[in-house]
């Protein structure tokens, strides 16, 4: 049956019956419980579903549709591709044009000591690639001992196994025997919720680099293999990190001889205004974990890309032991390669990066000038075309709304109902904000002026409840 022949309902119930949804009630969806929005179409930074409803999304589906919706030449690259060559592997030195000329842009867009790229197809494997590379690499140069993965806190690396066990976040653990006791994690970098009375975010950061450093004496520094980290942390709040945090970081990491694996996901490709967040904040990765902005979400890539301390090491184990036995049937996918590089020609020409600079201070600047000081907003945050408020039943104390009241949740549904589209975080009650990098300051004034009538739709039924 063709698609257009199905009405709304009918694709309801068929999406009921037969699709297994991430993160989901699962029962309450199959009983038609939950909301069952059909995505329908997109142009620029819209989307609408199949009855008509229009919004823009405040969310660019998961801080991922950088370039916007319908961009024209990703598509149309995406189409030459596939007349010509849909897909060939990359196994045992075969290439691709495509997968060829994409890793030399992506080594080059990065910089600085990268070496080679991995490609796959989620973060979540790229990152599962980065701790089987730390662990190989380790093993050549004679330390089977060193392996333990030091992360943080409301960190989120992906929801495999490993990767599962190092994202900092209980809904990811729980009744999945997760976290694996290979992986450790440490303090949270959020100096609004983190911080002692006092204490200066320079202050702060001292502090988090001295609880990793204590982290890494108790296990052993012989025994801790990478450190990984957002330079921005994404799916826990979308928060920046305090001043001075990531120079901290690095010189108890050069200390101990611990590799940084710099998971750039939501930050890579211009979120921040800078190429990579890790460019931002000074960090000096040894491996960069990417995906999203890479090809802006039109076909599934992510990458793993190697520094020279890494790879030198890498192309020793293959001296001694032969091939590297690692790889996934759809490593360097020749049409999903060739997205990602008239992506990156496309970041390039539109010079994202300049209007990210631009508008994402304005951005922020009008998101507190509207939201702070209003008497359940603890904190409004972002960097670049990343931003975040969270709500506080008492903001100068700092005290949280009980969770079973989902303020979140309910302003994520308030502000939908003003036809901005935003993300009520997991961890605590927020509402994050990731945009397509392409947004104009009167877009931005559109989800500004309908987040605040939200929270205020929010906070008054709150009120009549008596819950405040």
């Given at each position: 049956?063709?698609?257009?022949?199905?009405?709304?309902?009918?694709?309801?119930?068929?999406?009921?019956?037969?699709?297994?949804?991430?993160?989901?009630?699962?029962?309450?969806?199959?009983?038609?419980?939950?909301?069952?929005?059909?995505?329908?179409?997109?142009?620029?930074?819209?989307?609408?579903?199949?009855?008509?409803?229009?919004?823009?999304?405040?969310?660019?589906?998961?801080?991922?549709?950088?370039?916007?919706?319908?961009?024209?030449?990703?598509?149309?690259?995406?189409?030459?591709?596939?007349?010509?060559?849909?897909?060939?592997?990359?196994?045992?030195?075969?290439?691709?044009?495509?997968?060829?000329?994409?890793?030399?842009?992506?080594?080059?867009?990065?910089?600085?000591?990268?070496?080679?790229?991995?490609?796959?197809?989620?973060?979540?494997?790229?990152?599962?690639?980065?701790?089987?590379?730390?662990?190989?690499?380790?093993?050549?140069?004679?330390?089977?001992?060193?392996?333990?993965?030091?992360?943080?806190?409301?960190?989120?690396?992906?929801?495999?196994?490993?990767?599962?066990?190092?994202?900092?976040?209980?809904?990811?653990?729980?009744?999945?025997?997760?976290?694996?006791?290979?992986?450790?994690?440490?303090?949270t970098p959020h100096w609004y919720r983190q911080a002692q009375e006092g204490e200066t975010e320079e202050a702060f950061s001292r502090r988090c680099a001295a609880e990793l450093e204590a982290l890494i004496l108790a296990?052993?520094?012989?025994?801790?293999?990478?450190?990984?980290?957002?330079?921005?942390?994404?799916?826990?709040?979308?928060?920046?990190?305090?001043?001075?945090?990531?120079?901290?970081?690095?010189?108890?990491?050069?200390?101990?001889?611990?590799?940084?694996?710099?998971?750039?996901?939501?930050?890579?490709?211009?979120?921040?205004?800078?190429?990579?967040?890790?460019?931002?904040?000074?960090?000096?990765?040894?491996?960069?974990?990417?995906?999203?902005?890479?090809?802006?979400?039109?076909?599934?890539?992510?990458?793993?890309?190697?520094?020279?301390?890494?790879?030198?090491?890498?192309?020793?184990?293959?001296?001694?032991?032969?091939?590297?036995?690692?790889?996934?049937?759809?490593?360097?996918?020749?049409?999903?390669?060739?997205?990602?590089?008239?992506?990156?020609?496309?970041?390039?020409?539109?010079?994202?990066?300049?209007?990210?600079?631009?508008?994402?201070?304005?951005?922020?600047?009008?998101?507190?000038?509207?939201?702070?000081?209003?008497?359940?907003?603890?904190?409004?945050?972002?960097?670049?075309?990343?931003?975040?408020?969270?709500?506080?039943?008492?903001?100068?104390?700092?005290?949280?709304?009980?969770?079973?009241?989902?303020?979140?949740?309910?302003?994520?549904?308030?502000?939908?109902?003003?036809?901005?589209?935003?993300?009520?975080?997991?961890?605590?009650?927020?509402?994050?904000?990731?945009?397509?990098?392409?947004?104009?300051?009167?877009?931005?004034?559109?989800?500004?002026?309908?987040?605040?009538?939200?929270?205020?739709?929010?906070?008054?039924?709150?009120?009549?409840?008596?819950?405040?």
């Amino acid at each position: 049956m063709a698609l257009s022949n199905l009405g709304t309902a009918q694709i309801q119930e068929k999406d009921r019956n037969y699709v297994f949804h991430p993160s989901t009630h699962l029962a309450k969806h199959s009983r038609g419980e939950t909301p069952n929005r059909v995505m329908a179409g997109a142009e620029g930074v819209y989307i609408w579903d199949t009855e008509g409803r229009k919004s823009l999304d405040g969310f660019g589906g998961l801080y991922c549709v950088n370039m916007g919706y319908g961009c024209k030449e990703i598509a149309d690259a995406i189409s030459e591709q596939a007349h010509e060559l849909p897909f060939s592997h990359v196994y045992a030195s075969q290439s691709t044009k495509a997968v060829t000329l994409l890793a030399e842009a992506v080594v080059e867009y990065f910089g600085e000591n990268m070496r080679r790229v991995y490609f796959g197809l989620s973060g979540s494997d790229a990152n599962e690639t980065n701790i089987k590379l730390v662990w190989y690499y380790n093993n050549i140069l004679g330390r089977p001992a060193k392996k333990k993965i030091i992360s943080r806190q409301r960190g989120y690396h992906g929801s495999g196994l490993i990767t599962g066990s190092m994202t900092g976040l209980a809904f990811f653990h729980n009744h999945f025997d997760l976290p694996l006791d290979i992986v450790r994690h440490t303090t949270t970098p959020h100096w609004y919720r983190q911080a002692q009375e006092g204490e200066t975010e320079e202050a702060f950061s001292r502090r988090c680099a001295a609880e990793l450093e204590a982290l890494i004496l108790a296990e052993g520094p012989e025994t801790v293999g990478a450190f990984i980290g957002e330079p921005v942390l994404g799916t826990g709040g979308i928060v920046p990190p305090p001043k001075g945090y990531w120079v901290e970081i690095q010189a108890v990491l050069d200390k101990y001889d611990i590799l940084l694996i710099a998971d750039e996901v939501v930050t890579g490709f211009g979120r921040t205004g800078e190429k990579f967040g890790s460019h931002l904040y000074g960090m000096r990765p040894d491996l960069v974990t990417i995906a999203k902005g890479l090809s802006s979400a039109y076909l599934p890539i992510s990458g793993s890309i190697i520094g020279e301390r890494v790879w030198s090491v890498l192309e020793q184990g293959s001296e001694k032991f032969g091939p590297l036995g690692h790889g996934w049937t759809y490593s360097g996918h020749t049409l999903c390669a060739a997205a990602a590089l008239a992506n990156i020609k496309v970041l390039r020409e539109r010079n994202i990066l300049e209007h990210v600079r631009d508008v994402g201070p304005y951005w922020l600047e009008q998101m507190k000038s509207k939201l702070e000081g209003h008497p359940m907003v603890g904190e409004v945050r972002g960097i670049g075309i990343l931003s975040a408020v969270e709500f506080m039943r008492d903001p100068a104390k700092r005290v949280p709304f009980d969770v079973s009241l989902q303020v979140g949740v309910r302003a994520a549904a308030a502000l939908l109902e003003n036809g901005v589209i935003a993300r009520a975080m997991p961890h605590a009650d927020t509402l994050g904000f990731a945009p397509p990098l392409i947004i104009k300051k009167e877009e931005i004034d559109i989800i500004v002026d309908a987040t605040a009538r939200a929270v205020d739709t929010t906070f008054k039924a709150l009120q009549g409840e008596g819950s405040l």
